[in-house]
């Protein structure tokens, strides 16, 4: 990258750093057919109908000729410059057959903590940001559509955010927004149990801010691991890592870095950029900011948490770069600000298979060769004990006989009778110190009569 390159590189993630901008994605506008139940509007002649029970405000910008309209108890439609409605007979369109009905979807299914419905306005490319800092932060400005409608699900907890825009107002006072909330226009699109609030200082410290995040992301995660039934995808290496303010393990790497106040968030993560230079890390994103430490959860004390998510963990450029960026602190690190990084990292990759099943596989054909051998083992020990009590070696009391000898603690094998050791060689013996280890030395006389 060169040098005007930077240049703008750095101003924008200035910009980043001081006060990010977050947008509303999602909207209620009548002409989208993701709204609509089978992805699209609904067609010439067919019926439209509106969750009764739902308040919901429908922005229309086309013209739309339907059979029937059935609007919800609690609503409205704004009709944009040249939209409209017309009476048309029902299933008299080519592609609308006889009693067909869109239904449009519920509006209340879209969540302020759903990582997935917010963008970030100055966000890089090869950036990426936690699923709590992806929801606005404590210091963010907050964006809604000013040509769109919208409604959002404010769920538990109390939201504070720097600013909020929407219809065209700018809210940065609590009052102002709460009587705005409080209005007709309001309610239609903020409802839900928490409470919205601004008036919250940007990030003023060069080092970064932490987002404030992190006593909502139980609701984040539950809102964004909602589609998939509130499990996590699985990871494709083993031991996954869990960054700080993350909702499901990734691969790569993630490293802390203990910085001083000549720190600037800003421009390491310029740098970091400009390590990702392709083709070397294509397929590795980064993402830095300022975090609790883990260790001392005081928000007083914190550190600089950089992730680097590996989207293909076989070519291992996480942990080329992990290690590119610790070498890089050992030589710049006073100049950069910062005093110490430490460093982890995910396992070995999962390649035809998930891990549980290899390490399934290996454990059944170790379990099974153990039951081999120890079976093998079982039989010898029982051949030797037959042919033991054929030739009268070996015998033991039948049912019904009483011994008036005492069970001693051991026994004495005639397999290894001592009467038929012989007597090993002073050098050979074994040590007798004290604490030295005991050893026993023995001639099996069955190997001895055939030597005889």
Not at 117 to 126: F, H, Q, T, V
Not at 168 to 181: E, Y
Not at 204 to 226: F, H, K, M, R, T
Not at 291 to 298: K, N, W
Request: aromatic share 6%.
């Amino acid at each position: 990258m060169g040098a005007p390159g930077r240049l703008v590189l750095w101003l924008q993630l200035c910009a980043l750093a001081g006060a990010a901008s977050k947008r509303w994605v999602p909207s209620t506008d009548f002409d989208a057919a993701a709204n609509w139940s089978q992805n699209r509007t609904p067609c010439a002649g067919g019926a439209a109908q509106f969750p009764a029970d739902k308040a919901v405000s429908v922005l229309v910008r086309g013209d739309h000729a339907l059979s029937d309209l059935l609007l919800p108890l609690d609503g409205e439609l704004v009709l944009a410059l040249g939209a409209g409605f017309s009476a048309k007979d029902a299933g008299s369109g080519p592609d609308c057959g006889p009693g067909a009905r869109a239904l449009f979807l519920n509006p209340d299914r879209f969540l302020w903590h759903d990582p997935l419905l917010w963008r970030s306005e100055d966000e890089a490319r090869g950036l990426f940001s936690v699923d709590a800092e992806r929801v606005p932060c404590r210091h963010d400005d907050v964006v809604f559509p000013p040509d769109g409608s919208f409604r959002v699900g404010l769920g538990p907890g109390d939201v504070r955010v720097r600013s909020v825009a929407a219809l065209g107002q700018t809210f940065a006072r609590d009052d102002d927004l709460t009587a705005f909330l409080e209005s007709r226009a309001g309610r239609l699109r903020f409802h839900g149990p928490g409470s919205l609030r601004v008036g919250a200082a940007a990030c003023a410290d060069p080092s970064g801010c932490v987002c404030g995040n992190a006593e909502a992301l139980p609701w984040i995660c539950a809102a964004l691991l909602q589609p998939r039934g509130g499990r996590c995808p699985p990871a494709p290496c083993l031991d996954p890592l869990r960054p700080e303010g993350q909702c499901c393990g990734l691969c790569g790497a993630v490293l802390s870095l203990t910085v001083g106040p000549a720190f600037d968030l800003a421009r390491y993560r310029a740098r970091l950029l400009d390590a990702l230079a392709p083709p070397r890390y294509e397929g590795l994103r980064v993402a830095a900011s300022k975090v609790p430490r883990q260790s001392q959860p005081r928000e007083a004390d914190t550190e600089i948490q950089v992730v680097l998510a590996d989207s293909r963990p076989e070519a291992g450029a996480a942990g080329r770069l992990a290690g590119e960026l610790l070498a890089d602190v050992g030589q710049h690190g006073a100049a950069l600000g910062i005093l110490a990084a430490t460093v982890r990292e995910s396992g070995a990759p999962i390649g035809g298979g998930s891990a549980a099943g290899l390490h399934g596989a290996a454990a059944g054909a170790g379990l099974a060769g153990g039951l081999v051998a120890a079976a093998l083992a079982l039989l010898a020990l029982l051949a030797a004990a037959l042919l033991l009590r054929r030739s009268g070696r070996l015998s033991w009391p039948r049912r019904g006989e009483e011994t008036a000898t005492e069970v001693p603690m051991g026994f004495r094998n005639p397999v290894f009778d001592a009467a038929a050791s012989e007597q090993l060689p002073p050098s050979a013996a074994p040590e007798s110190e004290a604490g030295g280890a005991s050893h026993s030395y023995f001639v099996n006389p069955l190997f001895a009569e055939a030597q005889a």
